[in-house]
């Protein structure tokens, strides 16, 4: 068991990658280059050839993290941007983190609550897209047959998270909003299936989890939704809340990018025909991402409803963006209560050129 102020110590730890920068537009060249100079070749409204076809994309086996990436894979899309991917489905963001780190992984579905602290540890990666607002998936669960008539209740209690978890945010901003004291829960680390497990056999009281582990805990545990990122069931403080609002991002490796712009603005390309097929094929994306996941399709339905798939950069993303590195900084999560400036952990100026659109923040990064 830990406490919650050791929390922060094994997060830090845990999650490591690395930044970027703006770009800036060539249009005599028909070339766009970034801060890592990587340039992407326009011809006649096409992007040019992939320099490589070859592509491991990594992702985690979530409707929020990776539904766009099951959605691609599924219905070709990176084959008709001429790439061969393989799509491997990791158990969270924080083991992307490790190999990511090492080099391992090139280009990985992720999110904008652990990048700023992967720059910070120095490893070579940047935010290149963002695809989905999350937070109403981001939750804490209640195990069955404790009582609560106020949110002073559930202090003292055990409760099980991944170290590094995007749900720490939902927490946190729990307490602070509650009153409650974060470092009177003992805190242990686990991953999401051994939450599940903890649950029902009773050695943890409140499950921190992400769907669709927020279902299964309540089919299969009986548990109580305490809250999500978004929206309170405590006794006392029901209501819409704004307790954790980040986004799923797609990040890529610097170096690998510089190498590979064109094969990078492919993928992007990809990622976001899969997305309008979720917002414009929602019962057929359910079902592609149901049979993927092994939930049926009334509970993936529900789940994805919960999540606002979005490719694209605009203001409301730059400010979530800011206000979550001030939370960070004000929670002590980042190496010595450092900041981290929004441009050295994004790099937009590939999704710029080729889904322009897609565009709509004033500032250009």
């Given amino acids: 068991m830990k406490k919650a102020r050791l929390f922060v110590a094994v997060t830090l730890a845990v999650t490591l990658l690395a930044g970027c920068g703006s770009g800036s537009k060539n249009s005599k060249t028909g070339t766009t280059a970034n801060a890592s100079g990587n340039t992407v070749s326009i011809e006649n409204g096409e992007v040019g050839e992939p320099e490589t076809t070859d592509v491991t994309l990594y992702g985690v086996n979530d409707l929020q993290i990776s539904a766009a990436m099951m959605i691609a894979e599924n219905q070709g899309y990176f084959k008709e941007e001429g790439l061969n991917v393989e799509c491997v489905y990791m158990a969270n963001v924080p083991e992307i983190a490790a190999i990511m780190a090492n080099g391992e992984a090139k280009i990985a579905c992720a999110n904008n609550y652990s990048t700023p602290t992967w720059v910070l540890n120095g490893a070579k990666c940047k935010v290149i897209a963002p695809t989905c607002n999350m937070g109403g998936t981001q939750c804490l669960l209640l195990r069955d047959g404790i009582k609560i008539k106020s949110a002073k209740d559930l202090e003292g209690l055990t409760m099980g998270m991944v170290s590094g978890s995007t749900q720490y945010v939902t927490f946190r901003n729990m307490c602070k909003e509650l009153d409650l004291d974060p470092e009177s829960f003992n805190i242990t680390t686990l991953q999401f299936p051994d939450q599940l497990s903890a649950l029902s056999q009773g050695q943890i009281d409140i499950m921190a989890v992400p769907e669709p582990w927020v279902t299964k805990a309540q089919e299969e545990c009986n548990a109580t939704l305490l809250c999500s990122g978004t929206k309170s069931y ?34 992007l390309l990809a990622i976001q025909k899969a997305t309008d097929f979720i917002n414009n094929n929602r019962d057929e994306a359910v079902k592609i991402c149901a049979e993927h996941i092994g939930m049926s399709e009334e509970d993936t339905a529900k789940i994805m409803d919960e999540n606002v798939y979005a490719y694209g950069v605009d203001d409301s993303y730059v400010d979530t963006a800011i206000a979550l590195e001030d939370f960070m900084v004000e929670e002590n999560i980042l190496p010595g209560g450092q900041s981290v400036p929004f441009a050295d952990y994004h790099d937009f100026s590939i999704l710029r050129k080729v889904t322009p659109d897609s565009y709509t923040a004033k500032e250009e990064y």
């Fill in 234 to 267: 405590i006794p006392g403080a029901e209501g819409d809340v704004l307790w954790c609002n980040m986004y799923a991002t797609i990040n890529a490796n610097d170096d690998w990018a510089a190498e590979n712009p064109n094969t990078t603005a492919h993928m």
